[in-house]
């Protein structure tokens, strides 16, 4: 059952998944601005301006392209490296400095760690640290959609690291008993930390342990978003038609470190790193880009230089935010705060005054 998908550049995507020049340069945009963004944010973290930062470089095709294919009504369930996919469900970059620097206007309240976002209005759930944790939740979410007859999908997002934890096999185990709407999308970007997928695994693939569990699994190149995005746009067709779930792998690199408490040169080698960068999603659509006139050099100077703008005025903007209150710690764990809860606030807010405690 398990099904290798033939590369997208031989025999060219499923008809009705054709990406048009204008779609595929909205898709651009977007990985150009998570490009920029990774680099920013893992210079402000170097700086001490930004406490941590998980980089999603390399992975862009894979996040975009398969955001692209879902639908805004469906449910998206988060691992911690998924900027691609906050981006093109329309979070701003300003809300994610926010979460970075637990500003005044950070959705979360300052309650997540760094880049553990989240955004309810977009059916973005907030990122799963636990490794796996989140498939589990997109299962069920698929279950109540089932339910619901609801023409709508949950899709989960994780590691090649995380198809060793005990949620993959009950969520694809779950996933394949009821038949549920849920695209698991594994990017499988060769490392777990210091580990690399040969020693995660004895499978040939990570897509073929879908077999065991009685659904399609597909092997995608990550790196050309076309085979992403067909693959995904499939997958989505089954789950909303009550076919089931599919596991896609879609293989790419992790081209910058795991986060930025690691240092990627202690276990590999800069020789895979350029084979690798030598695919890299974002030079291949650029080139398909400019090779059919859609986009030309000036086209993109001025795209980098608006980014580059955006960029700058939007860490400006939220560095000069105030922080977030302390004083709401005290809060959301009961609709309304008990007299305990009060009495204790008070008393914070009167060390806070006098200088015991400097939040
Ligand atoms: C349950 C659990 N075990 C261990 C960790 C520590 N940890 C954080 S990230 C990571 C590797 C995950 O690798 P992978 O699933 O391939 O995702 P990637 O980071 O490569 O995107 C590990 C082991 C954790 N967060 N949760
Ligand atoms: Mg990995």
Redesign the pocket.
Known sequence: MAKTARPASEAGPRPGHELSNDRLLAMYRVMAFARAIDERCLSLQRQGRIGFY?PASG?EAAQIGCAAALTDDDWLFP???ELGLALWRGVTFRTLMDQFLGTSADRLKGRQMPNHYGYRERNLVVAS?????QITHAVGAAMAMQRRRAPQVSATF????????NDFHAGMNFAGVYRTPTIFFC???????S?P?ER?TRSATLAQKAEAYGFPGVVVDGTDIHAVFDAVATARERAVAGEGPTLIEAQVY?FGP??TSDDPHRYRSDADLAEWKRRDPILRLREELQNSGTLTETGESELQDAIRREISETIAAAEGAPPIDPATLFDDTFAQRTPRLEEERAEFERLVREGVIRP
Not at 129 to 133: L, N, R, V, W
Not at 187 to 193: C, F, H, L, M, T
């Open positions: 998980v992975q691992a911690y490296r640290s636990p490794i796996g944790t994780f590691g090649d690291g995380a198809t060793s934890s990017q499988n970007n060769q490392w777990a930390i580990l997928r995660q992790r795991h986060s």
